[in-house]
């Protein structure tokens, strides 16, 4: 119970505060239908210029607030006010035209120096724009308008084609023969090379072409004459004859097989020893095992090999190196289709034969002849 009593009291006084506080304000607080003494002083000049009779309400001095209360009664509303100030403010003769679009509104003069000030209530100021400035930004977009018309209107001279470019100063010089200058030239020597002392940019290498298998190249090799005319090839392999039809040359299969060493394309080695390739389109003779087409009544194409063999189960096949295909003079009797042993005599060719770099053959010989030759 005492603390409700006590909110009761508290509530009372801060009422009371409240109210001794509002009643001060309202006590010193100026009033607003009272006019400023600067503003009376221009209401008075005015009233005189303009031949007003009468007291003047604005030749009243100002009063505090306790007499402006009293006095309140019969001082002049604030309607009569504001239109004795707008009388008094107004300007004597306005005779500048208004802008177009712009309502007339009559404009305050500057506020004076000293303690005048402008009356409440007072009408918004509105400027007329800068009609010179305008104008002026009207005739230059004319003028530029005009000039791009002309320009796009001009007819191009005969046989030359219309240009979009401004057009080029008169001051520009002219050569012999009256034309103008071109504006720019090519710029003599390679646009492309790089400048002195600038970084030259390494060039891309391109890889070698792949050699061909079919086509070695030929690797040279070391010959020897001996005394009784024969040819020491590579310190190895004795060669004898001239290589011609009446005196071939006379080889062995020791050298014809020692071509492996440099040339399977195969493993990519791809070069013919030189002692091999002097025998193509030379005549050679060389003696070892032959054999004929099996079921044939009579042929002119048989193998002259290193070794052996039947044409079928019966001894060892032969390689690229080790054989000869043979191509018949003449076409072979039966007496010859029996032999397997003799000596074959031709032209002598190296063409290498493959298929998917597996070498089928080598060595060939045509226009040859056999002849039987003891073992």
């Known amino acids: 119970m005492k603390v409700f ?15 001794i506080g ?38 009243q001095p100002a009063t505090s607030a306790p007499e402006r209360d009293d006095q309140r009664a019969s001082s002049p509303s604030p309607a009569e006010k504001a239109a004795a100030i707008d009388a008094a403010q107004a300007p004597e003769s306005n005779d500048s035209p208004a802008a177009p679009g712009v309502e007339s509104v009559a404009s305050e003069p500057a506020p004076r120096s000293g303690n005048s000030a402008v009356a409440p209530n007072a009408p918004a100021v509105l400027t ?9 930004i009207e005739t230059e977009l004319d003028a530029l308008i005009k000039d791009l018309q002309e320009s796009a209107t001009q007819t191009p001279a005969d046989g030359e084609a219309p240009s979009l470019q401004s057009p080029k100063d008169d001051s520009a010089p002219a050569d012999a023969g009256g034309e103008r200058s071109a504006e ?10 790089p400048a002195e002392g600038a970084p030259v940019p390494a060039q891309e290498e391109k890889p ?24 020491l090839a590579d310190d190895r392999f004795v060669i004898r004859g001239k290589g ?26 791809l070069q013919l020893p030189e002692r091999v390739k002097m025998l ?17 009544e009579s042929a002119d194409e048989m193998l002259a090999m290193l070794n052996s063999w039947d044409g079928c189960c019966i001894g060892v096949p032969p390689t690229p190196y080790d054989a000869v295909e043979v191509r018949l003079r003449d076409a072979a009797t039966a007496e010859q289709m029996l032999m397997n042993w ?22 060939l010989m045509e226009d040859a002849v056999l002849k039987a030759e003891g073992m």
């Open 128 to 136: 007329s724009p800068d009609l010179q400035g305008k104008s002026n």
């Open 342 to 363: 003799g000596r074959i005599t031709g032209r002598f060719k190296v063409e290498p034969y493959l298929a998917a770099n597996w070498l089928l053959g080598l060595y």
């Open 22 to 59: 509002g009643g001060g304000r309202g006590a010193g607080a100026p009033s607003r239908d009272a006019a400023p003494s600067g503003v009376a002083d221009d209401l008075r000049a005015s009233n005189e210029s303009d031949g007003i009779a009468g007291e003047s309400i604005a030749a």
């Open 208 to 231: 070698a072409p792949k050699a061909d298998p079919a086509r070695p190249t030929t690797r040279p090799s070391k010959f020897e004459v001996r005394e009784d005319g024969s040819i």
């Open 244 to 269: 011609t039809k009446e005196d071939p040359y006379q080889v062995t299969w020791d050298m014809l097989v020692a071509t492996s060493e440099l040339y399977d394309p195969r493993r990519e080695r």
């Open 280 to 296: 193509d389109g030379k005549y050679v003779t060389i003696v070892g095992y032959v054999t004929f087409p099996i079921v044939a």
């Open 5 to 19: 009593w006590g909110l009761i009291a508290i509530l009372a006084i801060v009422t009371a505060m409240l109210l």
């Open 184 to 193: 720019s030239k090519e710029p003599e020597g390679d646009e492309t090379a």
